[in-house]
């Protein structure tokens, strides 16, 4: 059978999957560059918000990397941190702002 896609090269058979392209062009397939921004259909409420309880969504890490706007956001919680020796007084000082590529136009301070 032929490859379904260029018609010249021999069809994979796949039990679960079926026939599949050749080795030639899912070898193609996989150099293709595939999209860098996602698009999200949702609404403009929805999108507001976000925007206007974005400090409520801030999570404590990211990628493992403690998040800077956290500890700004909620101080009592990052004492409460250091009481219960998850992380030490130079841990706190030295976080990272890591939620800076999705925050809010203004900063993290002017949401809820």
């Known amino acids: 059978m032929l490859c379904p896609n260029c018609n010249a090269g021999k069809a994979i058979k796949n039990p679960q999957l079926g026939v599949l392209?050749?080795?030639?062009?899912?070898?193609?397939h996989k150099s293709f560059k595939k999209p860098s921004t996602q698009v999200e259909f949702t609404s403009d409420d929805i999108k507001e918000g976000r925007k206007a309880h974005f400090k409520s969504t801030v999570q404590k890490?990211?990628?493992g990397q403690l998040s800077k706007e956290f500890i700004?956001?909620?101080p009592e919680r990052a004492e409460a941190m250091i009481t219960e020796g998850?992380?030490?007084?130079k841990e706190?000082?030295?976080?990272?702002?890591?939620?800076?590529?999705?925050?809010p136009?203004?900063?993290i301070e002017r949401t809820k």
Request: charged share 30%; hydrophobic share 25%.
């Open 21 to 28: 392209p050749c080795k030639t062009c899912q070898d193609r």
């Open 61 to 63: 890490y990211r990628d």
């Open 72 to 74: 700004e956001a909620y």
């Open 86 to 89: 998850i992380h030490t007084k």
């Open 92 to 103: 706190i000082k030295n976080a990272k702002n890591v939620w800076g590529d999705i925050s």
């Open 105 to 107: 136009m203004g900063g």
